[in-house]
């Protein structure tokens, strides 16, 4: 199905929106749990960990749902396809494994939030870790990739897009 060109643009820019704040959210991230990681106070890793929460909730989460779905709809209302070329395929699997990564994630977002909190109130400085640097930076370098196959569109067709390209046999 292709819409009209109003509303195929309408969408590719409901989809860039949603990807360009998931990128810029994730490029946030990636600055704080590196300045979690380097700081020589424990209060500041806390500081970064009860921000680093709703930011997950808040932001990531949103705008990775919403690039997914943009995404899924934009291939379907143009001529790319879903399934018919290797790159909108990579790229739609690996945002999808993105925010599956995403969404679990956040159980560790929440656990660092809970420890920082139970710091701030008398107990035990939560211990700076690089697990949400490294990946916030995995994010990071996935969005850069999927990015690049949105602007290079490496040729090659999946085996069903050369079946739809086939003309129909004339009986």
């Known amino acids: ?6 509303l195929r643009r309408a969408g590719l820019v409901l989809h860039i929106a949603a990807s360009v704040g998931w990128l810029g959210a994730v490029a946030a991230s990636l600055a704080m749990a ?10 500041m890793a806390n500081a970064v960990y009860l921000l680093l929460d709703p930011l997950g909730w808040y932001v990531l989460v ?23 070329h290797y790159w909108v395929v990579i790229k739609l699997v690996l945002t999808a494994l993105a925010v599956a990564v995403l969404l679990l994630y956040t159980s560790t977002l ?23 640097l490294v990946h916030a930076a995995g994010a990071a370098i996935l969005l850069l990739v999927a990015l690049a196959l949105s602007v ?3 040729r090659g067709l999946t085996p069903i897009g050369h079946r739809r390209r086939r003309p129909a046999a004339t009986g």
């Open 110 to 132: 929440d656990a660092l939030a809970a420890a920082a909190t139970a710091a701030a109130h008398g107990g035990p400085p939560v211990t700076a870790t690089a697990s949400p």
């Open 1 to 6: 199905m292709t819409l009209p060109a109003g």
């Open 152 to 154: 290079y569109k490496p």
């Open 62 to 84: 949103p705008f990775g749902i919403a690039s997914l779905v943009t995404g899924v709809t934009q291939s379907l209302i143009t001529v790319w396809g879903l399934v018919r």
């Open 34 to 43: 590196g300045l979690a990681v380097t700081a020589d106070d424990p209060r």
